[in-house]
């Protein structure tokens, strides 16, 4: 037990830095990036995010010599929750490029606040987990903060609840699905054909290209 304690740690602090590297960028790096593509169509935007996250997806997939892991998801359970998934991840990445495009990131702050609290109550629900006395009142001080951030912004926050709880679902059901995260992401990514046909479409087409704005004439005095 004592020669897996530096194992432990050295798998914690890369595990640390994953979770730094990935919340900077789903924090701050991706919504400025898709703020950029204000004007790009939401499916066009998916459809890309689709078919790139499939390619390297697949890539890795076979440079790490784990092709075989992807045929042996044969077992009618395993797919069906994984479409399920799948399709709460949709739902998810839908919201966030619409809100994000459209001037709502504060919105998707609040999603994504809120989001842990109702992976904890899904995990006590579901799953039958346990809270200690701190972790109970951190859990009290988020929801106050979700609460007055609410109350400020005022009406239904309707897209921070989306975001909350179909991430907050897709995380229960890929805790419950037996497949390794690489895998199980790998298949999320299977409708890449489907994305991909469509982009294929629009380039042939032009019909993600929008008519360019048209400068405006100054008002002249009548003579």
């Given at each position: 037990m004592t020669d897996d304690a530096p194992s432990r740690r050295r798998q914690h602090r890369i595990g640390l830095l994953y979770a730094l590297g990935a919340f900077t960028a789903w924090g701050i790096v991706l919504p400025i990036y898709l703020k950029a593509l204000g004007d790009v169509p939401v499916p066009e935007v998916l459809a890309h995010r689709?078919?790139?996250?499939?390619?390297?997806?697949?890539?890795?997939?076979?440079?790490?010599?784990?092709?075989?892991?992807?045929?042996?998801?044969?077992?009618p359970r395993t797919l069906a929750l994984l479409l399920l998934s799948a399709l709460l991840v949709t739902i998810n990445w839908v919201t966030y490029i619409y809100a994000i495009g459209s001037g709502h990131i504060v919105d998707t702050s609040h999603g994504y606040f809120m989001n842990p609290l109702v992976s904890v109550a899904l995990g006590m629900v579901a799953l039958g987990e346990r809270l200690r006395t701190?972790?109970?009142?951190?859990?009290?001080?988020?929801?106050?903060?979700?609460?007055?951030l609410a109350a400020a912004t005022g009406g239904l926050p309707w897209i921070a609840l989306t975001l909350a709880f179909s991430?907050?679902?897709?995380?229960?059901?890929?805790?419950?699905?037996?497949?390794?995260?690489?895998?199980?992401?790998?298949?999320?990514?299977?409708?890449?054909?489907?994305?991909?046909?469509?982009?294929?479409?629009?380039?042939?087409?032009?019909?993600s290209r929008r008519p360019p704005r048209l400068p405006a004439i100054p008002a002249t005095a009548s003579s």
């Amino acid at each position: 037990m004592t020669d897996d304690a530096p194992s432990r740690r050295r798998q914690h602090r890369i595990g640390l830095l994953y979770a730094l590297g990935a919340f900077t960028a789903w924090g701050i790096v991706l919504p400025i990036y898709l703020k950029a593509l204000g004007d790009v169509p939401v499916p066009e935007v998916l459809a890309h995010r689709i078919v790139w996250g499939a390619f390297f997806a697949l890539a890795l997939v076979a440079s790490l010599g784990r092709r075989r892991e992807l045929r042996q998801l044969v077992v009618p359970r395993t797919l069906a929750l994984l479409l399920l998934s799948a399709l709460l991840v949709t739902i998810n990445w839908v919201t966030y490029i619409y809100a994000i495009g459209s001037g709502h990131i504060v919105d998707t702050s609040h999603g994504y606040f809120m989001n842990p609290l109702v992976s904890v109550a899904l995990g006590m629900v579901a799953l039958g987990e346990r809270l200690r006395t701190l972790q109970i009142a951190a859990c009290i001080v988020a929801a106050l903060g979700v609460a007055v951030l609410a109350a400020a912004t005022g009406g239904l926050p309707w897209i921070a609840l989306t975001l909350a709880f179909s991430f907050g679902f897709y995380g229960l059901v890929r805790k419950v699905v037996a497949v390794e995260s690489l895998i199980g992401f790998t298949f999320e990514a299977s409708v890449a054909p489907i994305a991909g046909v469509y982009l294929l479409w629009l380039a042939a087409t032009g019909g993600s290209r929008r008519p360019p704005r048209l400068p405006a004439i100054p008002a002249t005095a009548s003579s």
